[in-house]
């Protein structure tokens, strides 16, 4: 029997849920069938109800069948929060195929990855991201490209101010491109009459999400309809604070999964609100907040940070929040403080929460209680989810109190990662008890009441605005320019965004670190690196710090930087 010394906490939670043996679409039409006139999502103004969404749903079904997509074919959604990346999302589960989700400001040799790594047969993305589609798409087996625009879902008059404003930034798209509109491309399907809607059961794959394995190389990780169901009915029990008709500032993008997990599926499965924002603005942030009300806010540290730095928050009025939860990195003791004391200074009767998990289980799988926490802890495991902190490289658990591998068990954790076995065999092992854990490749510890606490992660990342980002990956691009001999990346303490990127270059031999090579590596990396992934600043060095077996000492660069950002902060004192 796994240890739970943490069931005592749960006080309204259940230790044990029952979870429905069907599709995540299966899902969200269960919901809609018992409130049809509650409002599921609200899209600059416009809101749309359960029973009008499971219409757009099946409307966009048929005309994905109508381009021949077939069952567990893949589908790449390159969308920020917009009621189309909904749509097609709930579109695709329904015909049973899978969800291949991508950041929109993906770099253009990203995204021929994804589609490739995907073998992908169709994908929508917006206007504005048109161009990075087609200087790639013949090198990818793509069949189709779906394109939209914010307009496509607005009403008349905000369709007009949008294309006499940001519109008029967007370039426009050569009428003989090989594309479809959304709009054409939903009349298509209203042609098609026969089956499709096809039967899917828990265990069914649905959704790929990118992150960097346990060994920070990018990994496709595969994930089912229980992994999200399972995840839907875990957040609302744990949250105890779920109710129908409220509403989630759905801020987290709907690419990662902490955003499509808890922001979209676990609302949409509780007859809650999605208020659907295509991109977090800190200046626009407080008016939300103002205008929307939302009783639910979920977000990454660089989000409250925002809240706690804008003018624009003096007598904002946050009484009507229910739950505030902090994930994608950790809260440190001191910004909870703030948060805690900024929520209440607003009227809020509650404290943020902060959760811990990795994309291999979808998103959070622990969190701390809804009236209890323990300074610096992460809180405690979902229900009929366990963990367990190993001595690393074993099986073998540690004492409470000590230091190691942290290891989940549970009804979220993925399949594995597709098309590699053997990194899959590393992250999901059948340990002594008979169980299937996720080793996670972050260090902490249980203490005796079952809390965990965060340490650091076992492999080189950086963790910027909630983005994951991975050293090594970045290293690669830099190195194929013509003019770089070697470099290393690192994350940089930043205030705002936690770390930010900065690259060290050691140019070859012969050649000057002028302005004019400067720029040519910062193009080189515009078209391979994602916008929130590239380096700030890129500083040549004649060489580079070693270890003593050889490998660059990125540890002292680190420390470097951490010094003279302590010199700068005591020269400003």
């Given at each position: 029997m796994l240890k739970a010394p943490w069931l005592k906490f749960y006080e309204n939670v259940p230790a044990h849920l029952d979870y429905p043996d069907i599709s995540m679409y299966d899902f969200v039409e269960r919901t809609a069938r018992k409130y049809p006139n509650i409002v599921a999502y609200e899209f600059m103004g416009t809101e749309v109800t359960y029973s009008e969404l499971i219409e757009e749903i099946h409307e966009c079904a048929k005309a994905l069948k109508t381009l021949g997509i077939n069952e567990e074919e893949r589908v790449t959604i390159c969308l920020p929060n917009t009621p189309q990346a909904i749509i097609i999302f709930y579109a695709v589960n329904m015909i049973g195929a899978v969800a291949n989700m991508i950041h929109p400001l993906s770099s253009e040799k990203e995204i021929e990855f994804y589609l490739n790594d995907s073998n992908s047969v169709a994908a929508i993305t917006l206007d504005v991201f048109y161009q990075k589609f087609a200087n790639i798409v013949d090198n990818t087996s793509l069949r189709y490209l779906i394109i939209t625009s914010i307009k496509d879902k607005l009403n008349p008059i905000q369709s007009i101010a949008f294309t006499l404003t940001k519109g008029l930034k967007i370039k426009k798209i050569p009428t003989d491109a090989d594309i479809i509109r959304w709009k054409d491309f939903l009349n298509n399907g209203k042609n098609y009459h026969k089956e499709y809607k096809v039967e899917k059961k828990g265990n069914d794959p649905a959704v790929t999400l990118y992150s960097g394995g346990t060994t920070g190389s990018t990994k496709s990780i595969l994930l089912s309809n229980l992994n999200f169901n399972a995840l839907s009915m875990q957040t609302a029990a744990m949250g105890d604070c779920v109710v129908v008709g409220h509403s989630m500032l759905a801020v987290l993008p709907i690419f990662h999964g902490f955003g499509l997990g808890v922001c979209i599926h676990t609302m949409l499965t509780n007859g809650c609100k999605c208020i659907l924002i295509p991109a977090f603005s800190a200046s626009t942030f407080p008016q939300l907040l103002k205008k929307k009300g939302p009783n639910y806010i979920a977000g990454v540290p660089t989000l409250f940070e925002a809240l706690l730095r804008s003018k624009k928050?003096?007598?904002?009025?946050?009484?009507?929040?229910?739950?505030?939860?902090?994930?994608?990195?950790?809260?440190?003791?001191?910004?909870?403080?703030?948060?805690?004391?900024?929520?209440?200074?607003?009227?809020?009767k509650v404290q943020i929460r902060e959760g811990y998990g990795t994309t291999e289980c979808v998103t959070a799988s622990c969190l701390t209680p809804k009236n209890y926490f323990k300074e610096g802890s992460i809180g405690i495991p979902f229900p009929d989810t366990y963990y367990k902190i190993i001595k690393p490289n074993t099986h073998k658990e540690v004492d409470y109190g000590e230091e190691g591998e942290i290891c989940i068990c549970g009804p979220t954790v993925m399949l594995g990662y597709v098309g590699d076995p053997k990194e899959t065999a590393h992250a999901l092992q059948i340990h002594p008890d008979g169980y299937k854990w996720l080793h996670t490749g972050d260090l902490g510890v249980m203490d005796e009441?079952?809390?965990?606490?965060?340490k650091q992660r076992l492999k080189r990342?950086?963790?910027?605005?909630?983005?994951?980002?991975y050293p090594s990956q970045l290293e690669n691009v830099i190195d194929s320019h013509e003019a770089v001999l070697m470099s290393t990346v690192i994350g940089v303490d930043d205030p705002y965004k936690v770390q930010k990127v900065k690259a060290f270059i050691v140019l070859k031999p012969n050649i000057s670190p002028t302005d004019e090579v400067k720029e040519s590596i910062k193009e080189h990396c515009e078209k391979h690196i994602a916008k929130y992934a590239m380096p700030y600043e890129f500083e040549f060095r004649e060489s580079l710090p070693k270890t003593l077996v050889g490998k660059v000492a990125y540890t002292i660069l680190e420390d470097e930087e951490r010094k003279k950002a302590q010199s700068r902060k005591f020269i400003e004192k």
């Open positions: 928050m003096k007598g904002v009025d946050l009484s009507g929040l229910e739950g505030v939860f902090c994930g994608g990195d950790s809260l440190s003791i001191e910004l909870k403080k703030k948060v805690d004391a900024f929520l209440k200074d607003h009227g809020a009441d079952g809390f965990i606490y965060f990342v950086i963790i910027s605005s909630g983005y994951t980002i």
